[in-house]
């Protein structure tokens, strides 16, 4: 238990549909994190966002929209993926402006068909 | 961003010590070394860091050496439970988050 929540930790989705992941951390971090794992591939960084703010986005394709309402709550909107974006999708989440670890969630992972 | 190089694959006999090598030639001087392993399919998991000097805690040692162009991660008894894929990787701050930029690491096998 990292303190970094994941749901769902499973989801199937056809290509037209749309849903949404969510990450909730209990730690009373102010930064947090998207990342994608594909299969054989490294993580890949996507989203950051320091207090609230998006502070990067690594030239994500606009089907995945982030959105932060608060520091304790990260959601990844997702809408007419293609099947290359199966994944295993990875919240985390840390101290602004601290030279302390990142805590991630166990993942969602994703099967888009 | 520096860039880290650490060698695609190791082995390690069980309760040997695992030292894992880490090149990052191009990290500037106030970019801190962030070591991380991540056990199959599950998030990756913090181990160790530090910028100049040598660390310790409870999981691992890391040894910077005094141009910091490189660095070594040791497991000094080495468990089955080691056994995963280990992240060498050189922090950056964007506006106060970090910015964690994983490569290939290396994949650890612990043999019995």
């Known amino acids: 238990e990292t303190g970094v929540t994941q749901t769902p930790r499973h989801l199937v989705m056809g290509m037209t549909n749309k849903k949404s992941l969510k990450c909730e951390q209990h730690?009373?971090?102010?930064?947090m994190y998207w990342y994608k794992q594909s299969a054989k591939k490294p993580l890949e960084l996507m989203f950051v966002?320091?207090?609230?703010?998006?502070?990067e986005n690594n030239s994500v394709p606009s089907r995945f929209s982030p959105e932060c309402p608060n520091s304790s709550h990260l959601f990844l909107h997702l809408h007419t993926l293609q099947p290359e974006d199966s994944a295993l999708y990875l919240c985390?989440?840390?101290?602004?402006?601290?030279?302390?670890?990142?805590?991630f969630g166990e993942g969602s992972r994703l099967t888009v068909l | 961003d520096a860039k880290t190089t650490q060698p695609p694959s190791m082995d390690c006999a069980e309760g040997r010590a695992a030292n894992l090598p880490c090149n990052h030639s191009?990290?500037?001087?106030?970019?801190?070394v962030y070591w991380y392993r991540q056990i199959h399919s599950q998030g990756p998991q913090y181990i160790i860091h530090?910028?100049?000097n040598n660390e310790t805690n409870e999981m691992a040692s890391l040894i910077i050496t005094e141009d910091r162009k490189s660095s070594t991660l040791i497991l000094p008894h080495a468990t089955l439970r080691d056994t995963a894929v280990y992240y060498c990787?050189?922090?950056?701050?964007?506006?106060?988050?970090?910015?964690?930029?994983f490569g290939q690491g290396t994949r650890l096998t612990i043999n019995p």
């Open positions: 985390a989440s840390s101290f602004h402006r601290g030279a302390g670890e990142l805590f």
């Open positions: 730690l009373g971090h102010n930064a």
């Open positions: 530090g910028l100049k």
């Open positions: 966002y320091s207090l609230e703010e998006r502070v």
């Open positions: 990787i050189v922090r950056v701050l964007i506006q106060g988050a970090q910015k964690l930029v």
């Open positions: 191009t990290i500037s001087g106030n970019e801190y």
